[in-house]
């Protein structure tokens, strides 16, 4: 059962200090999103990347989120530094980019960042 | 995306049909229903999707109206697993329609036993 993974599951850090989420998409999907959910704001799209392509990161902190795919099996996104308002759950979502309208979208299980 | 409005919450009970229902006055002609939902401590998943007909599948039913300014999906006997914030979503395609998704605030559904 091909699944979305993310590590770590849950992350305390202090304010100021470097945080790395880590995303491995479903084997095929092409398309990997970056989510984050607070209870205040819901879910936000931060970035998304076709092909291993940035294509929007309009949603995402510039200063301090950076987002990357080093290889097809691998998405991360940077806080640096972190500060207590980047506190919230970050999903990661793959897709394959088919019919238009059409890309169901796997979420991982979400990493809970919690900023001291 | 063009705009949704669900309602906050609802209740219904174990192995009794839910209906939930969205309004989408603004759908463009070419964007597609989608609903999402989530879990307690869960991400995201997808349920069903629409277009202009309604459409079933393992999960639920979308019952689309005949206008496409307002659609229901229906889940035909709830059960406590169900409970879970559902998300109805518009998407215009365009580039492959491999665009983020726009959440809203969802329906919080809440099954009683």
């Known amino acids: 059962d091909a699944r979305v993974t993310q590590t770590p599951r849950h992350k305390v850090t202090e304010m100021g200090q470097e945080v790395t989420m880590r995303c491995q998409p479903i084997?095929?999907?092409?398309?990997v999103f970056w989510y984050r959910q607070t209870m205040m704001q819901g879910l936000e799209l931060l970035a998304y990347?076709?092909?291993?392509?940035?294509?929007?990161d309009s949603g995402m902190p510039k200063d301090r989120f950076s987002a990357e795919m080093p290889d097809a099996t691998l998405a991360t996104l940077k806080i640096q530094p972190s500060e207590p308002r980047d506190s919230a759950v970050y999903f990661c979502?793959?897709?394959?980019?088919?019919?238009?309208?059409?890309?169901?979208?796997?979420f991982g299980p979400g990493t809970r960042l919690t900023v001291l | 995306d063009a705009k949704t409005t669900q309602p906050n919450s609802m209740e219904s009970n174990e192995e009794e049909p839910v209906h939930l229902p969205c309004n989408h006055s603004?759908?463009?002609?070419?964007?597609?229903i989608h609903w999402y939902r989530q879990l307690p401590s869960q991400g995201p998943e997808y349920v069903i999707h629409?277009?202009?007909s309604n459409v079933n599948n393992r999960m639920a039913s979308l019952a689309i109206a005949e206008d496409r300014k307002s659609s229901t999906l229906i889940l035909h006997r709830a059960t406590l697993r169900d409970a879970a914030v559902y998300y109805c979503?518009?998407?215009?395609?365009?580039?492959?329609?491999?665009?983020?998704?726009?959440f809203g605030k969802g329906t919080h559904l809440i099954i009683q036993p």
């Open positions: 979502a793959s897709g394959l980019n088919g019919l238009a309208g059409y890309n169901e979208q796997f």
């Open positions: 979503i518009l998407r215009t395609p365009g580039g492959g329609g491999a665009d983020g998704l726009t």
């Open positions: 629409g277009l202009t």
């Open positions: 084997l095929g999907h092409n398309t």
């Open positions: 603004t759908i463009s002609g070419t964007d597609y």
């Open positions: 990347f076709r092909n291993r392509a940035p294509l929007d």
